[in-house]
Nanobody, 121 residues
Framework: QVQLQESGPGLVKPSQTLSLTCTVG???????????WTWIRQPPGKGLEWMGA???????YYSPSLKSRTSISRDTSKNQFTLQLTSVTPEDTAVYYC????????????WGQGTQVTVSS
């Protein structure tokens, strides 16, 4: 059983950088398998948006629409991966999820509970 838990500030000011960490239990983010450790968000009243993913190798993949502002990194000693989103605006207000899957959102088999991030001055 894999567990994922998001952590980070719930309020970020416009133009600042949003930083969230996902702590993984019950499975290693460096195991050589076909799973990707993924960040997904859901703005209020909208659908889920795939933001980016981290492979076991450390390779990262990003949504084209967010690529210029998004970075995913990892701390293998803590079995954590981190999302950074720069230059945030109120449109980045959303519930942010970390999850594990093989590709698209539909393939995610384990999810964190989600964390609300509000961008506001």
């Amino acid at each position: 059983q894999v567990q994922l838990q998001e952590s980070g500030p719930g309020l970020v000011k416009p133009s600042q950088t949003l930083s969230l960490t996902c702590t993984v239990g019950g499975g290693s983010i460096t195991t050589n398998n076909y799973y990707y450790w993924t960040w997904i968000r859901q703005p209020p009243g909208k659908g889920l948006e795939w933001m980016g993913a981290l492979a076991y190798s450390g390779n990262t993949y990003y949504s084209p629409s967010l690529k210029s502002r998004t970075s995913i990194s990892r701390d293998t000693s803590k079995n954590q991966f981190t999302l950074q989103l720069t230059s945030v605006t109120p449109e980045d207000t959303a519930v942010y999820y970390c999850a594990r899957g093989t590709s698209t959102i539909a393939t995610m088999d384990y999810w964190g509970q989600g964390t609300q991030v509000t961008v506001s001055s």
